[in-house]
């Protein structure tokens, strides 16, 4: 049975700041919802204010939504905390006994949420999609051991998407090779 939520029945909103600056592998996320290292110098950059990320926690960046046509937004999985621009919003799921992390993601993979979330972001001045607005996104969401399937098919095809790229770059002939071989 399918049950209806909203974003801010499934999470809670962190701000861990970097107060003691001992952070300082300064990331951001992309249109592609991956975290990457910031490109800006950060020489003089105080990492104090930074917000802290750490595994299984969301940042959210609705400014630009509009201009980009997609919600930035990232799961980070990564072992070591990072951290982001106070700009960006971080959550954790809070009801995890209705939402898998993954799962709530994965969500947020599919193209007709951001097609939503460009229509929501209409209604702001700058073209952003503002935390209330987020807040209110809807959707139903089946039970825990569906959604389990669902990340582990995920999560399968993600692993098989790096191994290739891994082989790719180890091993570019060989690669090409069996290409031509297949008749690709």
Request: neutral net charge; aromatic residues 12%; hydrophobic residues 40%.
């Amino acid at each position: 049975m399918l049950i209806k939520y909203r974003v801010d029945q499934l999470i809670e909103y962190v701000d861990e700041r970097n107060s003691d600056g001992r952070i300082t592998d300064f990331y951001g996320i992309n249109i592609n919802k991956e975290f990457m290292p910031t490109v800006a110098n950060v020489d003089s950059v105080d990492p104090h204010k930074y917000k802290v990320v750490r595994t299984n926690r969301f940042v959210f960046s609705g400014m630009q939504t509009g201009r980009d046509e997609c919600i930035r937004i990232g799961l980070y999985m990564g072992r070591n905390p990072i951290i982001i621009s106070p700009a960006y919003s971080t959550f954790e799921i809070k009801a995890t006994d209705n939402v898998i992390p993954t799962y709530f993601f994965m969500l947020f993979l599919r193209g007709e949420m951001d097609r939503y979330g460009w229509f929501l972001s209409d209604s702001s001045v700058r073209a952003n999609l503002d935390a209330d607005r987020f807040d209110e996104i809807g959707f139903y969401l089946p039970p825990l051991p569906i959604q389990q399937k669902y990340v582990d098919l995920y999560s399968a095809i993600i692993r098989v998407e790096r191994l290739k790229k891994q082989i790719k770059d180890i091993c570019p002939i060989l690669i090409k090779g069996s290409l031509e071989e297949a008749g690709a």
